[in-house]
Every structure is written in structure tokens, then in C-alpha cells.
């Protein structure tokens, strides 16, 4: 299902700088799929070091846990590589196409490279299979667990007496092998002669292992020389061949005026030379610890939800200057069980507001107010407690998102939609409907995943854009400005979402002659009614479906709907 789905941000790699940027959008309620091979940098490591209230755990349990924590704020991850990604142009709001390699296409507002590097070693035979274990370089990360050993510094480039330096601080036994480097400077020899570290001449040919232990390395010359861990400045190779769709391309990582390899350069938030793209961790920063690239993914996730929250506004103030504010309209609630008089039938399940949403008693009416509360304090309950059927025919099959509920009465639609994985936004004008339904979602729950608002729809509107916009059975008696309302429902639906509208499509069987005359718009007339662009729009269900119910008299009886169904492109 998520090539049908536009993301907030699609994050390429799950390592510690991709998981805290997808923790920071998550909680800032953006959608966002995180897409991460499993092969950390520092997987052959036994464990992670300076990484405050984690020292000392294993890169695996890491990542774990970082997954269990975004997936508590509706982050998906999965388990595979990008190998392709290019922008794309359209009637939707999505920048970019990312390809998986088992060729599943997916699609992203923004994205937030955070694939790492890898780490070109010597050609020295045993070298790389030592690698993040007795063959190290980073005294920060490894020194602490070599202390007091007898230490080797391979000269690979500038920085081998530096490197020699921070070694010596740990352990009094350290020697460096002169390799195929370049020749120590006079100042550097005496200052690893002050150190009292030895220099050893000789091309490496090799490293000795006993036991799956290191214990030498071998020259050209045969001498074995014991040690019993050797320091190996890598080049650092940027992963990030996939970003020459979109026009990126890695530049030299210079430090002191030495090329250590290359990365992809970017500001101090992660934004790189293309719109749209951050990157963070070490594909961007090569020396950045493991604490240091989660860092940077929580600046880069902000970055980000700053930049998505500038479009959005500036978005929606240009829609304001074309079509005015939108007055939004009130409410009702109905679907299925019989008890509402004439023009309405009653299975519904709820959808409520709270009363934090109005500001000033002029954001409600009080004569509507007065009318939905009324009804609700009749009885205990008015509605069935279920979801609206075709909510769950509709919904049961995509994935979880942001849901805004208009109408919620007693709460089931948005306690069935939250019970699902869906954060659901609950809105309606009854203060009496919004309480029960509160109490409701806290029984079974789900009250952390609902946010109820009590909203007049024809004087306000819930914020926010949302991955389906529900309005199941918006009609009413009152005088009420339906299609204005359907409008702005409309605009309320983020790329890639849905709106759903269910009315009813006649009236009861058992109130026809009651209300002989009575017409509801057909779900094409609807449809004309919201005004949509075709090109950024696609009609997914145009249909007057039936209900089978039982009428107040205990018979069976059958209901006709009308469905509207619309995807933003």
C-alpha cells in the first residue's frame, strides 16, 4: 500500500542520525517512512561509547529500541535498500520518487538522507575482517577498551602521529608502523620520541591472529612485531550513489587542508544544494560520533518540519486569497439505527469535539449547540457504538495516518480509526457528545491517540491537513451551509489523502410518509458540489450503497447511501 501513499518525508537509513530525524517528525505528527538496509557502519562493533544513558550497548539493541520508539509515534519502518531516487512533477505535492530494490516506488514531500559511509581500508591481508574489533580508529569510540595494551598506529596519511598521540594517552606501549606513508616530519618524530612511542620502518604485510585475537603484525622484512591492537585510518567513502538522480554529487571531506574521502555537503541544518533534500549523520559529517549523528538527524527532523509547515502555510493563505476563509460548517452525526426522526437513520458511531477548539462564545452557535446537546442528553446513548460501515469498508485496508472525524458524536468512528494505528483529529459542536465520547475513548484505550475539539463548522475549522478526511452523515436540520463545509473538508486532506462523505440517500422506509417530498443530493451531485480540480484529484467511489437495519419496530428494513469517495493526487 505505500506506493498509494504520499509521505510528509521519507528518511533513507535507519542508523542512529535516520531514526532520530524520523523520532523528531514523528512527534511533530508528520508522516514518514523510514527505509533502512540493516548494515550499519558500526555493525561489526561490540558497542556504542560516549552516547549519554546508552553507554555500552551493542549497535543492534540501539537500533531496536530507536525503531520500537518511532514506531510509537506512527513511524513505518521497513526493511530494504533505495537504489534510485529523481524528482518528480505533478498535480500533488510530492518532490520526489524513491525506488526500492524490489522495485516498489514510493513518493515524498521531502527526504532525509541518512546512509552513512563506508570505510576503505589498506589491501592488508586480515585487515578488514578485524575491523571495528582490534583494528580501530577512533580513540574516542575504541581507546577506553584498549587501554594498556601494546598498540600499533598504521601510517596511512597525515594525521598518524595525531593518531599516535590519542593513543598515547591510553597505554605507555605504543608503536608506529611507517608503512607506505608519508615520512614523518622532524617536529613529529620528536614528538613521538618525547611520547616515547617507537617507529617501526617497513611496509605491513600483514596482521598475526591467535584465537580470533590479534597478536602481531608481519612486515615485508618477516619480523612479526606483537601487538595486540592496531589503529587504521580509513578513507571515508560517502553512501550516496543514489542521490545522482536529484542532481547530488559528493564533494572532498577536507580537514587541516588533507582529503580524508568525500561526503555530501550540506548547511548546519543538513539542507543540501537541492530543495528538499537533507542529509545528516555521516554521509554528510564523516567524524560524527554515533551521538553526534543522532543529533544531527533531531536538528535536520526540525529543519524539516519547519520547512513542510512554510509550504503548508504558504499554501494555505494563496487558497485563502482565491477562494476566502472557509466558514466550515457544523455537524451531525448519523448512520444507521433508527431514532432520529424523518430525515436521518441512526447506526451511527461517534465523532465529537472538545471544547478547547472554540475561541469566544461567538465561535459557536448557541441555538446549535443547544439543539445537539439536547439530543444527546435524552438518552445515555443515541448512537450504536459502531463504526460506521462504510468507514471500515473503506479504511480497513489503508494504512494508518492522520484522520480528521467531522461529526463524531459518541466517538466509534474515531475510537475504531485509533484502534487501528490512525491519530485521530474528533471534532463536533456538542459539548455532551464530546464528553461521552472522550470517556468512551479513554475505556477502551485510545484517548492518546484522539485529540477532540468542539468546532461550530460554520464558524470554525480544525487546523491541519490529514490523511483522510471523514464525513459520515454531515447533514442536519438546522440551517446549515453544507457545501462550504464539504469544501473545506476537501481542503483539510493532505497529498496522497482521502476524503470520505456518506449521506444518507433516502429517506427510511419508515418515514417516507412522513416526509414524502424529501430529496438528498445524489453522490455525483456531491460531487460537483466540492468543486475539485481533475487534475489534482481522483474519484475513487461514486455509489449509493445498501444497509440492511432494523426499523423501530423490530423489522428488517434497507437503508440506501450515497458515497463520495475522492483521493488527492
Given at each position: 500500500?505505500?506506493?498509494?501513499?504520499?509521505?510528509?518525508?521519507?528518511?533513507?537509513?535507519?542508523?542512529?542520525?535516520?531514526?532520530?530525524?524520523?523520532?523528531?517528525?514523528?512527534?511533530?505528527?508528520?508522516?514518514?517512512?523510514?527505509?533502512?538496509?540493516?548494515?550499519?557502519?558500526?555493525?561489526?562493533?561490540?558497542?556504542?561509547?560516549?552516547?549519554?544513558?546508552?553507554?555500552?550497548?551493542?549497535?543492534?539493541?540501539?537500533?531496536?529500541?530507536?525503531?520500537?520508539?518511532?514506531?510509537?509515534?506512527?513511524?513505518?519502518?521497513?526493511?530494504?535498500?533505495?537504489?534510485?531516487?529523481?524528482?518528480?512533477?505533478?498535480?500533488?505535492?510530492?518532490?520526489?520518487?524513491?525506488?526500492?530494490?524490489?522495485?516498489?516506488?514510493?513518493?515524498?514531500?521531502?527526504?532525509?538522507?541518512?546512509?552513512?559511509?563506508?570505510?576503505?581500508?589498506?589491501?592488508?591481508?586480515?585487515?578488514?575482517?578485524?575491523?571495528?574489533?582490534?583494528?580501530?580508529?577512533?580513540?574516542?569510540?575504541?581507546?577506553?577498551?584498549?587501554?594498556?595494551?601494546?598498540?600499533?598506529?598504521?601510517?596511512?596519511?597525515?594525521?598518524?602521529?595525531?593518531?599516535?598521540?590519542?593513543?598515547?594517552?591510553?597505554?605507555?606501549?605504543?608503536?608506529?608502523?611507517?608503512?607506505?606513508?608519508?615520512?614523518?616530519?622532524?617536529?613529529?618524530?620528536?614528538?613521538?620520541?618525547?611520547?616515547?612511542?617507537?617507529?617501526?620502518?617497513?611496509?605491513?604485510t600483514a596482521v598475526e591472529v591467535t584465537d580470533d585475537r590479534l597478536t602481531g603484525v608481519r612486515l615485508r622484512s618477516g619480523e612479526l612485531v606483537a601487538r595486540q591492537a592496531l589503529v587504521v585510518g580509513p578513507r571515508f567513502a560517502a553512501r550516496a550513489d543514489l542521490l545522482s538522480g536529484l542532481g547530488l554529487t559528493t564533494s572532498e571531506f577536507v580537514v587541516g587542508g588533507h582529503v580524508f574521502g568525500d561526503h555530501v555537503a550540506a548547511d548546519a541544518s543538513g539542507a543540501t544544494a537541492v530543495p528538499g533534500v537533507w542529509v545528516a549523520g555521516n554521509v554528510t559529517d564523516p567524524q560524527a560520533t554515533v551521538i553526534a549523528a543522532a543529533a544531527a538527524g533531531v536538528k535536520a527532523g526540525a529543519a524539516l518540519n519547519a520547512d513542510l509547515i512554510a509550504e503548508e502555510t504558504d499554501r494555505a493563505v494563496a487558497l485563502r486569497a482565491r477562494a476566502g476563509a472557509h466558514t466550515g460548517a457544523h455537524h451531525h452525526a448519523a448512520t444507521g439505527a433508527p431514532d432520529h426522526g424523518g430525515t436521518g437513520t441512526h447506526d451511527h458511531a461517534g465523532?465529537?469535539?472538545?471544547?478547547?477548539?472554540?475561541?469566544?462564545?461567538?465561535?459557536?452557535?448557541?441555538?446549535?449547540?443547544?439543539?445537539?446537546?439536547?439530543?444527546?442528553?435524552?438518552?445515555?446513548?443515541?448512537?450504536?457504538?459502531?463504526?460506521?460501515?462504510?468507514?471500515?469498508?473503506?479504511?480497513?485496508?489503508?494504512?494508518?495516518?492522520?484522520?480528521?472525524?467531522?461529526?463524531?458524536?459518541?466517538?466509534?468512528?474515531?475510537?475504531?480509526?485509533?484502534?487501528?494505528?490512525?491519530?485521530?483529529?474528533?471534532?463536533?459542536?456538542?459539548?455532551?457528545?464530546?464528553d461521552r465520547a472522550a470517556a468512551e475513548a479513554a475505556t477502551a484505550g485510545v484517548a492518546d491517540r484522539i485529540d477532540f475539539q468542539r468546532h461550530d463548522l460554520t464558524r470554525t475549522f480544525p487546523a491541519g491537513v490529514f490523511d483522510l478526511v471523514s464525513a459520515q452523515f454531515l447533514q442536519s436540520p438546522l440551517e446549515f451551509p453544507r457545501a462550504e463545509v464539504l469544501r473545506a473538508a476537501a481542503r483539510a486532506v493532505a497529498s496522497g489523502g482521502r476524503l470520505l462523505i456518506v449521506e444518507h440517500g433516502e429517506v427510511p422506509p419508515w418515514s417516507k410518509l412522513a416526509h414524502p417530498d424529501v430529496r438528498f443530493p445524489t453522490p455525483e451531485e456531491t460531487l460537483a458540489e466540492l468543486d475539485l480540480d481533475p487534475d489534482g484529484w481522483r474519484t475513487e467511489r461514486l455509489d449509493a450503497p445498501r444497509r440492511e437495519v432494523t426499523d423501530p419496530d423490530g423489522r428488517p428494513a434497507t437503508l440506501v447511501d450515497h458515497l463520495v469517495l475522492v483521493r488527492r493526487r
Open positions: 500500500m505505500r506506493e498509494h501513499r504520499i509521505y510528509d518525508v521519507v528518511v533513507v537509513g535507519g542508523g542512529a542520525a535516520g531514526l532520530s530525524g524520523a523520532l523528531t517528525l514523528g512527534r511533530s505528527r508528520r508522516s514518514v517512512l523510514v527505509i533502512d538496509g540493516r548494515a550499519p557502519r558500526n555493525a561489526p562493533a561490540g558497542h556504542v561509547h560516549n552516547y549519554l544513558t546508552s553507554e555500552g550497548v551493542a549497535p543492534a539493541e540501539l537500533y531496536a529500541t530507536g525503531r520500537a520508539e518511532v514506531a510509537g509515534y506512527g513511524v513505518e519502518v521497513v526493511d530494504d535498500t533505495v537504489t534510485k531516487a529523481h524528482p518528480v512533477e505533478g498535480p500533488d505535492r510530492a518532490r520526489f520518487e524513491v525506488e526500492l530494490a524490489d522495485g516498489e516506488l514510493v513518493r515524498a514531500r521531502r527526504l532525509l538522507v541518512t546512509t552513512g559511509l563506508v570505510d576503505e581500508l589498506p589491501a592488508i591481508p586480515g585487515l578488514a575482517e578485524r575491523w571495528g574489533r582490534d583494528v580501530l580508529h577512533c580513540p574516542y569510540c575504541h581507546g577506553w577498551e584498549v587501554r594498556d595494551q601494546a598498540v600499533g598506529v598504521l601510517a596511512t596519511g597525515p594525521m598518524t602521529t595525531h593518531h599516535a598521540l590519542l593513543f598515547r594517552q591510553l597505554t605507555d606501549d605504543v608503536v608506529v608502523f611507517t608503512h607506505t606513508g608519508p615520512p614523518l616530519a622532524p617536529e613529529q618524530a620528536e614528538q613521538l620520541a618525547a611520547r616515547g612511542v617507537r617507529v617501526v620502518e617497513g611496509e605491513v465523532r465529537g469535539v472538545h471544547d478547547h477548539a472554540a475561541s469566544g462564545t461567538d465561535a459557536v452557535d448557541a441555538e446549535t449547540a443547544r439543539h445537539w446537546d439536547e439530543l444527546y442528553q435524552r438518552r445515555e446513548r443515541i448512537w450504536s457504538g459502531r463504526a460506521n460501515p462504510h468507514l471500515v469498508d473503506v479504511v480497513d485496508q489503508v494504512p494508518a495516518g492522520t484522520a480528521l472525524d467531522l461529526g463524531c458524536g459518541e466517538g466509534a468512528d474515531a475510537i475504531w480509526l485509533a484502534g487501528r494505528g490512525w491519530r485521530v483529529t474528533a471534532v463536533d459542536v456538542s459539548a455532551t457528545a464530546l
